[in-house]
T-cell receptor, first 115, second 113 residues
Framework: NAGVMQNPRHLVRRRGQEARLRCSPM?????VYWYRQLPEEGLKFMVY????????ESGMPKERFSAEFPKEGPSILRIQQVVRGDSAAYFC?????????????FGPGTRLTVT | DQQVKQNSPSLSVQEGRISILNCDYT??????FLWYKKYPAEGPTFLIS?????DKNEDGRFTVFLNKSAKHLSLHIVPSQPGDSAVYFC????????????FGQGTTLQVKP
């Protein structure tokens, strides 16, 4: 049973470009969470999605960031017009929901570097 | 507003001894707490959790203690092994919420052979 998959593992973008980060949840999981880890800090919640729905985006920056989890395919975190401060590790986690929503399984992360 | 705090950035212990990692929280609505372990260039891995209705949960070498009145939890690892060397994060959440986890800053544990 494959775990949470994220790609790319490393992504380099110049300032002003767009970054697209993909996350495929564990088989059977329909709940996806995105977290960001800035250097020397803990993980910070960004957004929680279920299939075709954004449930909680309270941690998302109001501009340039968006997320989706379509009916088919992976969840996508999109960052438009990246700036140096967006350089971080972005982790996706999935859960089966229901009574075990807090049991989140993390992917290996995408390390975004903005030059 | 740091709702979950791990005040010790690092901890070094000898192999075979006990490792104690501490975590404090401020939000009294938190009722479920988790510990994650993270190696470099990998995602966090779930270790152990505890509900606020309990004050202790044990799983093999790992035990988590919860002191609700002090809003404090700790992770004990006995005996510590070199493979335990990693960054440890505590996290908290509120049941009935969306399940988002609030993480501490992490403590880097080094277990010396």
């Amino acid at each position: 049973n494959a775990g949470v998959m994220q790609n790319p593992r490393h992504l380099v973008r110049r300032r002003g470009q767009e970054a697209r980060l993909r996350c495929s949840p564990m088989k059977g999981h329909s709940h996806v969470y995105w977290y960001r880890q800035l250097p020397e800090e803990g993980l910070k919640f960004m957004v929680y999605l279920q299939k075709e729905n954004i449930i909680d985006e309270s941690g998302m920056p109001k501009e340039r960031f968006s997320a989706e989890f379509p009916k088919e395919g992976p969840s996508i975190l999109r960052i438009q017009q990246v700036v140096r401060g967006d350089s971080a590790a972005y982790f996706c986690a999935s859960s089966a929901g229901g009574g075990s929503y807090y049991e989140q399984y993390f992917g290996p992360g995408t390390r975004l570097t903005v030059t | 507003d740091q709702q979950v705090k791990q005040n010790s950035p690092s901890l070094s212990v000898q192999e075979g001894r006990i490792s104690i990692l501490n975590c404090d929280y401020t939000n009294s609505m938190f009722d479920y707490f988790l510990w994650y372990k993270k190696y470099p260039a990998e995602g966090p891995t779930f270790l152990i959790s505890i509900s606020s209705i309990k004050d202790k949960n044990e799983d093999g070498r790992f035990t988590v203690f919860l002191n609700k009145s002090a809003k404090h939890l700790s992770l004990h690892i006995v005996p510590s092994q070199p493979g335990d060397s990693a960054v440890y994060f505590c996290a908290a959440t509120t049941s009935g919420n969306t399940g988002k986890l609030i993480f501490g800053q992490g403590t880097t544990l080094q277990v010396k052979p």
